[in-house]
Each structure stands twice: as structure tokens, then as C-alpha cells.
């Protein structure tokens, strides 16, 4: 599982996938999560807007496993 360090309140989906490398460009995200089922806290949701905090978790499935962190605590 990767941890995503963010410092600021939140990060979209959209940016989480471009961040990871999952997607090359942000345009690619709607095309993706129409493509694809991504798992937030193990709900699907495919809004590319999607507000994401610390200790929240991305699934792809076979692809990626990802957790949002505060690089200041490490949560």
C-alpha cells in the first residue's frame, strides 16, 4: 500500500490518480473512473471531485492501494 502525504485539508480524487501516477493528465480522470471501479473506504465512487482526507483509502483493484496521510503526523 502506498501512502499519499498531503498537507493541506484535502485532495480530490482526481489529483490522488494524477499524483500516484495512475492517470498521465487530469483530463484523463473522468474517461478513468468511468473505466474503472475505484473504491474510496470501500464504497465506489466514481466523482472525480471527490474531497479525500487524511486517513481515507483508495482501492483499485489489482492496480493500486492507496492512504491519505498527514505528513506531519503520519495519519
Known sequence: MKELEI????VTLGQVLK???VISSGGMAKWFLSENEVLINGQVDQR???KLR???FV???GLEEI??????SGQ
Open 7 to 10: 498537507g493541506t485539508e484535502y
Open 19 to 21: 499524483m500516484t501516477d
Open 48 to 50: 472525480r471531485g471527490r
Open 54 to 56: 487524511h486517513g481515507d
Open 59 to 61: 482501492n483499485i483493484p
Open 67 to 72: 492512504r491519505i496521510v498527514d505528513p506531519l
